[in-house]
C-alpha cells in the first residue's frame, strides 16, 4: 500500500521514488533537468510548491507517463515541442480518474483510450501549453473527404467498442501565444467516430488559443482546427473565455463533429490562412452563442458554416470576412433559429474556397443558403453587405421560413443579379 510521502531534490531521486511501490505522494523540491522519460505508478501523485518548479526532460525524450489514478499539479514540463510531455500507458486496463492541475506545459499532452484500456475519467484544470508541435502524429480521424490533424491537447478514445466510455471536466485550457501559435490543431477532444468508443465531458472551457495547422495552401483533404470536438465527443457545455486565433490554411477556428448541448464563445474568433472557418458545423449544437466578433482574413475563409447536422439556435454579434470567396453564412442543412446582432459584411469577390475536401469557387455572399439549406427564423441586425464587384448579399438557393433584416441588404460591388 502506498503510504508515504516522498521530497525529491535530484534525478535519481525522482526515478527511484516513481518506482517505488510505498510512495504515493512525490513533491519535488527542485528544477531538475535532463530527465529520462518518467512513469508513474498506479495512484502516486507528483506535484510541487510552486509552478515555476520544472522537470526538463532530455532531447528526443518524451516526458511523463501516467498510468491510472494519478494526479499531476503545479508544475512546469518541458520537452522538445513535437514530443509527448504528458501521455498514458496504454497497457492498462482503467485510467481510474486522472487529474492534472496548475501546468505549464512546452510539449503535446496526450491521452488515449486504446489498446487494453477500456474507460477512465479525466480532470484537467489551468493547463497552459506554451508551445508544441502535433503534426507529426500520424493517427488522424477521418470524415467528411478530410483527416483532421491531432492537437497538442489530445483526448481521445480510440475503442471501437461503443461501450467504452471515457469521461472528462476540463477547464482552462490554453495554447500558444498570439504570434506564436502551437503547430497542428490545438484542443482536440474525440470518440473513435459516430459508432464506437464515445468521450463524454461534462465541461470544456478555454482560454488564449493560437494555433497553426501548417498545412500547405491547396491541400484539399487535411484540417486542423483552434477548438475540435470530434466525432463521439459530446459536451455539455463548451465555453471559449479568451481569443480563439488561427494562421493557417485549412485552419478552422471553431469545429464541431460531434453533439454540444451548449457553445459560447466569449471572445473574438479570427481566421488568418486560406479556407478557414471561424464556426464549422459538421454534428450537433443545440445552442451556440458568439458574443464578439467573428473575422477572417484568408481566401475563401468563411464565417459561420453548417454543411452537416444541426444548429438549433444560433446568435451572433458581428461576421466579418476579408477574401475572395470568403462567403459570411453558409448553410446547407436545415437549421433553427439564427440572431445577427451587428450585421453581416464580406469584402472580396470570387475565390477558390475547401468544402468538404474538394476546392470550389465561391463568392464571397454575405448570406448563402444553399440546396437542402433552410433556416426556421432569420434575424439580422446591421444588415448584410457585400463589397465585391458582382457579388450578392443574399444567396437563396434553399428557404427560409421568418426573415427580418434590420438594415441595408446592399451589394456595393454591383450584385443582386440572382435575387
Not at 482536440?188 to 465531458?201: H, K, N, P
Request: proline share 3%.
Amino acid at each position: 500500500m502506498q503510504t508515504s510521502t516522498q521530497q525529491v531534490t535530484t534525478v535519481a531521486e525522482l526515478l527511484a521514488a516513481t518506482q517505488n511501490p510505498q510512495v504515493a505522494r512525490i513533491q519535488l523540491a527542485a528544477s531538475l533537468s535532463n530527465v529520462p522519460s518518467v512513469r508513474l505508478l498506479p495512484g502516486q501523485t507528483l506535484s510541487a510548491a510552486d509552478i515555476q518548479t520544472s522537470i526538463r526532460f532530455a532531447a528526443g525524450q518524451d516526458g511523463l507517463q501516467l498510468s491510472a489514478d494519478n494526479q499531476i499539479e503545479q508544475l512546469t514540463l518541458i520537452t522538445d515541442p513535437e514530443r509527448r510531455a504528458i501521455f498514458n500507458d496504454t497497457t492498462v486496463a482503467h485510467l481510474g480518474r486522472l487529474t492534472l492541475r496548475r501546468l505549464s506545459i512546452t510539449g503535446v499532452l496526450k491521452l488515449l483510450a486504446r489498446d487494453q484500456v477500456c474507460g477512465g475519467h479525466v480532470e484537467a484544470h489551468d493547463i497552459d501549453i506554451v508551445s508544441a508541435d502535433a503534426r507529426g502524429y500520424q493517427e488522424r480521424p477521418k470524415g467528411y473527404g478530410v483527416e483532421v490533424i491531432p492537437g497538442v491537447f489530445t483526448l481521445w478514445n480510440q475503442q471501437a467498442d461503443p461501450a467504452v466510455t471515457l469521461t472528462a471536466d476540463l477547464t482552462g485550457l490554453s495554447a500558444g501565444r498570439d504570434g506564436a501559435p502551437v503547430r497542428g490543431s490545438s484542443i482536440f477532444v474525440s470518440g473513435a467516430g459516430d459508432t464506437g468508443g464515445r468521450l463524454i465531458a461534462r465541461r470544456l472551457e478555454t482560454g488564449a488559443v493560437y494555433s497553426d495547422g501548417g498545412i500547405a495552401p491547396g491541400t484539399p483533404d487535411r484540417i486542423s482546427g483552434g477548438v475540435f470536438t470530434v466525432y463521439g465527443a459530446f459536451v455539455g457545455n463548451v465555453r471559449n473565455l479568451g481569443p480563439i486565433t488561427t494562421y493557417g490554411a485549412n485552419d478552422m477556428v471553431l469545429d464541431n463533429w460531434g453533439t454540444v448541448d451548449c457553445w459560447v464563445a466569449e471572445d473574438k474568433i479570427t481566421s488568418h490562412g486560406p479556407s478557414g472557418i471561424g464556426f464549422v458545423n459538421f454534428g450537433t449544437v443545440n445552442v451556440l452563442q458568439v458574443n464578439d466578433v467573428i473575422e477572417t482574413f484568408g481566401q475563401g475563409a468563411r464565417g459561420f458554416n453548417v454543411y452537416t447536422g444541426t444548429v438549433q439556435t444560433a446568435e451572433f454579434e458581428r461576421v466579418v470576412t476579408h477574401a475572395d470567396g470568403a462567403v459570411g453564412i453558409q448553410i446547407s442543412q436545415p437549421v433553427g433559429r439564427i440572431t445577427v446582432r451587428r450585421g453581416i459584411e464580406t469584402w472580396g469577390g470570387t475565390g477558390d474556397s475547401l468544402v468538404k475536401g474538394v476546392v470550389i469557387t465561391l463568392s464571397a455572399i454575405a448570406l448563402s443558403i444553399k440546396p437542402g439549406g433552410s433556416i426556421r427564423e432569420l434575424e439580422v441586425a446591421g444588415g448584410l453587405r457585400a463589397h465585391g464587384k458582382g457579388v450578392d448579399a443574399l444567396e437563396m438557393h434553399g428557404h427560409i421560413e421568418t426573415l427580418r433584416i434590420d438594415g441595408s441588404l446592399a451589394a456595393t460591388g454591383g450584385g443582386f443579379d440572382a435575387i
